[in-house]
């Protein structure tokens, strides 16, 4: 006892450091931390009851069983190196068309996983999934592969390469999102590839309604919450013996589409020509139709011109003619008026004035004339003009000439009272 006591307190010591080691053990079966970018399902130590934690955090454990599922995760079914970069891993998933060519196609998608509790739930519960590498091994790479094989029994790996490639990809992105369709056959003539026969042969065709939309069977993703996004299809790898086949196809479908371009050039050139010839002709019969109508119109215009400028003459000398009428008969009326004027003014002075002055230009002109007479150097007969001599003779001589003037012009020189 006494011992006891002793090493009571290295007892209580040793006690406590096993029970501490003992709490750091069960401590990651008591709490948890949800990551980022993820969420987990709990299933309970003792009732077997599913939870989940859809955000980052903790949350207690309890001793359960706990899994952590991705959020969402990049699916890649290619043929290229992988992360590490030391292996070659071909991922790549075959298909066949209907024409039997084999080809592996390459690939990404985006896998979003159930945002809420209800559908993470189930996705382990009802679906039977433990984690989503089985849901990748047993879910998504399974429905990948079905939709690419229908997509690619709908067409031949020429259609394919050419002109239906943009189908393959929608049709694959349909199927996808709304599960794959349901087909039926059909029976075709086509031309066989070995000995150029037209054969029957049997083709895969999409069921729809009678709006024609597609009919679909059940799609797996279908209430598991997830989500495919960013389908893309990267390569197409088809078989050497069908590249090689395909290439020859191409070639000679360029050939006859370089023929056909050469003659529908050649055509369009014939045309071209014609239609130019034609151009021409019409040209130049659209530049004599335009001469004619040019001279058609400067004539109609000359005559025109002519008719105005007649009309013109004719209203000029209309109104000349008015003119010199008025003209006329402004001269008569100024004649009448002078006329009766001179009447009057003789009348009045009996024309005094132009008598006076045809008297003085008489006068002038005798004076004149009377100066410029010969007379001799000597007059025998000289005698003073009382007498009567020749300047006396001379002056009863122009005096006599006034009084004829004076009486010719009725002039009177009586000044009246």
């Given at each position: 006892?006494?011992?006891?006591?002793?090493?009571?307190?290295?007892?209580?010591?040793?006690?406590?450091?096993?029970?501490?080691?003992?709490?750091?053990?069960?401590?990651?079966?008591?709490?948890?931390?949800?990551?980022?970018?993820?969420?987990?399902?709990?299933?309970?130590?003792?009732?077997?009851?599913?939870?989940?934690?859809?955000?980052?955090?903790?949350?207690?454990?309890?001793?359960?069983?706990?899994?952590?599922?991705?959020?969402?995760?990049?699916?890649?079914?290619?043929?290229?190196?992988?992360?590490?970069?030391?292996?070659?891993?071909?991922?790549?998933?075959?298909?066949?068309?209907?024409?039997?060519?084999?080809?592996?196609?390459?690939?990404?998608?985006?896998?979003?996983?159930?945002?809420?509790?209800?559908?993470?739930?189930?996705?382990?519960?009802?679906?039977?999934?433990?984690?989503?590498?089985?849901?990748?091994?047993?879910?998504?790479?399974?429905?990948?592969?079905?939709?690419?094989?229908?997509?690619?029994?709908?067409?031949s790996a020429k259609e394919s390469y050419d002109n239906k490639r943009?189908?393959?990809?929608?049709?694959?992105?349909?199927?996808?999102?709304?599960?794959?369709?349901?087909?039926?056959?059909?029976?075709?003539?086509?031309?066989?590839?070995?000995?150029?026969?037209?054969?029957?042969?049997?083709?895969?065709?999409?069921?729809?309604?009678?709006?024609?939309?597609?009919?679909?069977?059940?799609?797996?993703?279908?209430?598991?919450?997830?989500?495919?996004?960013?389908?893309?299809?990267?390569?197409?790898?088809?078989?050497?013996?069908?590249?090689?086949?395909?290439?020859?196809?191409?070639?000679?479908?360029?050939?006859?589409?370089?023929?056909?371009?050469?003659?529908?050039?050649?055509?369009?050139?014939?045309?071209?020509?014609?239609?130019?010839?034609?151009?021409?002709?019409?040209?130049?019969?659209?530049?004599?139709?335009?001469?004619?109508?040019?001279?058609?119109?400067?004539?109609?215009?000359?005559?025109?011109?002519?008719?105005?400028?007649g009309e013109q003459r004719r209203d000029v000398a209309k109104l000349?003619?008015?003119?010199?009428?008025?003209?006329?008969?402004?001269?008569?009326?100024?004649?009448?008026?002078?006329?009766?004027?001179?009447?009057?003014?003789?009348?009045?002075?009996?024309?005094?004035?132009?008598?006076?002055?045809?008297?003085?230009?008489?006068?002038?002109?005798?004076?004149?004339?009377?100066?410029?007479?010969?007379?001799?150097?000597?007059?025998?007969?000289?005698?003073?003009?009382?007498?009567?001599?020749?300047?006396?003779?001379?002056?009863?001589?122009?005096?006599?000439?006034?009084?004829?003037?004076?009486?010719?012009?009725?002039l009177d020189m009586t000044i009246k009272k």
């Amino acid at each position: 006892m006494d011992v006891i006591k002793e090493n009571k307190g290295v007892i209580l010591l040793a006690l406590l450091a096993i029970s501490g080691i003992i709490l750091l053990m069960m401590g990651s079966h008591i709490i948890e931390t949800c990551p980022k970018g993820s969420y987990q399902i709990k299933q309970a130590a003792y009732t077997g009851n599913l939870s989940a934690k859809m955000t980052p955090g903790l949350w207690m454990q309890n001793f359960g069983d706990i899994k952590t599922w991705p959020k969402a995760e990049t699916f890649f079914f290619t043929s290229d190196i992988d992360a590490k970069g030391d292996t070659k891993k071909d991922e790549s998933i075959e298909v066949r068309f209907n024409d039997g060519s084999r080809c592996n196609i390459a690939g990404t998608l985006r896998i979003m996983m159930p945002t809420n509790k209800n559908d993470a739930i189930n996705l382990t519960d009802k679906e039977g999934y433990e984690n989503f590498k089985e849901v990748l091994d047993k879910l998504i790479k399974p429905t990948v592969r079905n939709v690419l094989r229908t997509s690619s029994n709908l067409m031949s790996a020429k259609e394919s390469y050419d002109n239906k490639r943009l189908d393959f990809v929608s049709w694959s992105i349909d199927q996808i999102q709304n599960g794959m369709y349901q087909t039926e056959d059909t029976i075709r003539r086509v031309k066989d590839v070995v000995s150029g026969e037209e054969i029957e042969k049997t083709f895969k065709i999409i069921k729809t309604d009678k709006n024609g939309n597609p009919l679909y069977m059940r799609n797996p993703l279908e209430g598991t919450g997830i989500i495919i996004r960013n389908f893309e299809i990267k390569k197409f790898d088809y078989e050497k013996e069908v590249e090689k086949q395909i290439a020859e196809q191409q070639k000679a479908l360029m050939a006859v589409s370089t023929a056909k371009a050469n003659a529908a050039k050649a055509q369009q050139d014939k045309l071209t020509n014609e239609e130019q010839g034609k151009a021409k002709v019409a040209k130049a019969k659209y530049e004599e139709e335009e001469k004619k109508i040019r001279q058609v119109v400067i004539a109609q215009q000359q005559k025109e011109v002519a008719i105005v400028a007649g009309e013109q003459r004719r209203d000029v000398a209309k109104l000349d003619k008015e003119s010199a009428s008025l003209k006329k008969q402004e001269l008569i009326l100024l004649g009448q008026g002078e006329s009766e004027r001179k009447r009057l003014v003789l009348a009045a002075d009996g024309a005094l004035k132009e008598k006076l002055s045809a008297l003085i230009q008489m006068n002038k002109d005798n004076a004149d004339a009377f100066s410029k007479r010969n007379v001799p150097m000597y007059n025998m007969n000289m005698a003073d003009t009382k007498s009567g001599g020749l300047d006396s003779q001379n002056m009863q001589f122009l005096n006599t000439l006034n009084a004829m003037m004076v009486k010719n012009l009725g002039l009177d020189m009586t000044i009246k009272k």
